[in-house]
């Protein structure tokens, strides 16, 4: 999967889990989709 160097950025300054992070992001857009349609 390829991220955009800032958003990755971001991210990592979080330190230590930035990954998990990314991650619950993502699967919040999922169900907020999931919701809508």
């Not at 990954?19 to 992001?25: D, E, H, L, T, Y």
């Amino acid at each position: 999967m390829r991220v955009d160097q800032d958003v990755l950025d971001f991210f990592k300054q979080e330190g230590r889990g930035y990954q998990i992070k990314i991650n619950a992001v993502l699967r919040a857009y999922k169900e907020a989709q999931s919701r809508r349609g």
